[in-house]
């Protein structure tokens, strides 16, 4: 139980990385608030309605949170998504705009209205990607969102030193989450070719990275995690299997 007394608000608490992460964090003694727009799939001490695009949503769930926590030690940005794989002049306003708005906006949102409850001691980790750190073909959005994830936790950090928060990242290749469903917007076939002739990791296999983070001594600051499939060295080169 080497979160016992700790609290943690889990953003994208309600499906994948979130999910998992939502358990871990639990099982290590820690109570946990857990925010999605499908609030019944939220399995944690607290689950409340959160859309990270939306600042009145977010401003009511930290209120919440924090009153129900009495103060805040972990904040985990998770929620994001990616749409759709197509050559950027293939592009929509909408994709562009809901991709940049929850993977980007919503990350520096949650932790502009978090900051002023997290206790000293206290942690925020972000879910980044590969495709933050090596752009691939066909996700110029997403690759766009994550590398600006990137740049604003080096920014973060900056205004942050000498006060006592730690600040992660942990950027993952090819995890099996409902992430490709979302990408391609329901297409089960679609998203299931995405983790043929692989193995890709699982959520639990992130969680325990955010595990990992949260748990080094006071004076260690974890910056970034990357994990990857063995078979797979970006988010576009993936040697896979015949099947
Ligand atoms: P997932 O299973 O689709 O989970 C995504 C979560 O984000 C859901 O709980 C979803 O909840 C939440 N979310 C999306 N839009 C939201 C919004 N506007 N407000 C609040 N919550 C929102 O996918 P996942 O793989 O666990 O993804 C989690 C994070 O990992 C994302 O940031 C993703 O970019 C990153 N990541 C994933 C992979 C991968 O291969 N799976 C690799 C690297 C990084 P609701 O829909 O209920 O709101």
Redesign the pocket.
Known sequence: MQLEGKTAIV????????AATVRKLREAGARVVG????VE?IDADLALP????DEESCAAFVVRAAAELGGIDILFN?????LGRYPFWESTPEDEETVLR??VE?AMRMTRLTLPHIRDGGHILF?G?VAGRQAYENAASYVAAKFAVRGFVYALREDLLGRPIHVTTVD????E???SL?RFKGDVEKAKAVYRGVDPLT?DDVADCILFAVTRPPYMNVDEIVVKALQQSSGGRIVRREE
């Open positions: 953003t994208g608490a309600s499906s994948g990385i979130g925010g999605a727009r499908r799939r959160l859309d990270v695009t998770n929620a994001g998504l990616a929850t993977n919503g879910m990607s993952a290749g090819l995890v989450t409902e992430f979302v959520a």
